[in-house]
């Protein structure tokens, strides 16, 4: 058994206008290192996927979780974050010893933690969070193209695209539409 067990956690889909906010913890195995982490953002699709599966086959445990569109609106946007964050260490079938964030904020966590600001550019193991959490996002996203044609999710993934503002304006807004949010909000007083 390893002597430090450190977890690092990311969120991803703060800033969309539909779909849920999605957070990773990881704690990575050091006999298992892995080439290539870094902030999710900096990475192509197909590399971050490539490292997605990685990450997944080698770490020593991983979690992602969620908050979904109706708690954003219920609790705002930046606790709905820190929940999802708390809910994937909850979900970690080990308990980690300490736990390095991505940001400024930390969840409600079992052991002590640090927030570390640009942290998946820093820390392996927020690196590793951050990329597993945008490619669950990002499928989870594509999936809802076809329950919710029209929209583009696909493509944008509920970012406030000009293209997705303009089918809010024209098909009006889903159940998976943040409603809080002031595009959507601003099409809601218009039906």
Known sequence: MHSLLIAGIDEVGRG???????????????????????????LTEKKRELLSEQIMSHALCWCIARADPKEIDAINILQASLLAM???VEG???????????GNKLPQLPCPATAIIKGDLTEPAISAASII?????????????????GYGFAKHKGYPTKQHREAIKIWGVTPIHRKSFAPVKEQLKLF
């Open 16 to 42: 969309p206008l539909a779909g849920p906010v999605i957070a990773a913890a990881v704690i990575l195995d050091p006999e298992k290192p892995i080439d290539g982490l870094t902030d999710s953002k900096k």
């Open 86 to 88: 708390q809910r994937a």
């Open 92 to 102: 970690l079938s080990i308990t980690p010893n300490e736990c390095l964030v991505d």
């Open 133 to 149: 959490a945008k490619v669950a996002r990002d499928k989870e996203m594509v999936a809802m193209e076809s329950q919710y044609p």
